[in-house]
Nanobody, 119 residues
């Protein structure tokens, strides 16, 4: 099983920045697409940003231009650079991996990291 561990969350003021990291237990980033999701209390989990195996990215409309997803294949680490943070960005952020085929086929999630945007 692939293990995903997020870090980098915390309390930040509106307009501030944070960088989230997601470390994988093995070298997988070059083969599969990955994503960041978030879930605020009372809300469904929503897709924030996505990066495919080739490095192409896409974003939710609410974060486009403020967030940037990237990965370092050599370090087996996924990143989410968040800037111009707003109160509505407060949520638990999860990294997600989907392996579509093979014996390890399935969805993998990290434990989540809390981001709170407040003055």
């Amino acid at each position: 099983q692939v293990q995903l561990v997020e870090s980098g969350g915390g309390l930040v003021q509106p307009g501030g920045s944070l960088r989230l990291s997601c470390a994988a237990s093995e070298s997988i980033f070059g083969a599969y697409s990955m994503a960041w999701w978030r879930q605020a209390p009372g809300n469904e989990r929503e897709l924030v940003a996505y990066i495919n195996s080739g490095g192409s990215t896409s974003y939710a409309a609410s974060v486009k231009g403020r967030f940037a997803i990237s990965k370092d294949n050599a370090k087996n680490t996924l990143y989410l650079q968040m800037s111009s943070l707003k109160a509505e960005d407060s949520a638990v952020y999860y990294c997600h991996l989907n392996i579509p085929v093979g014996v390890r086929r399935g969805d993998y999630w990290g434990q989540g990291t809390q981001v709170t945007v407040s003055s």
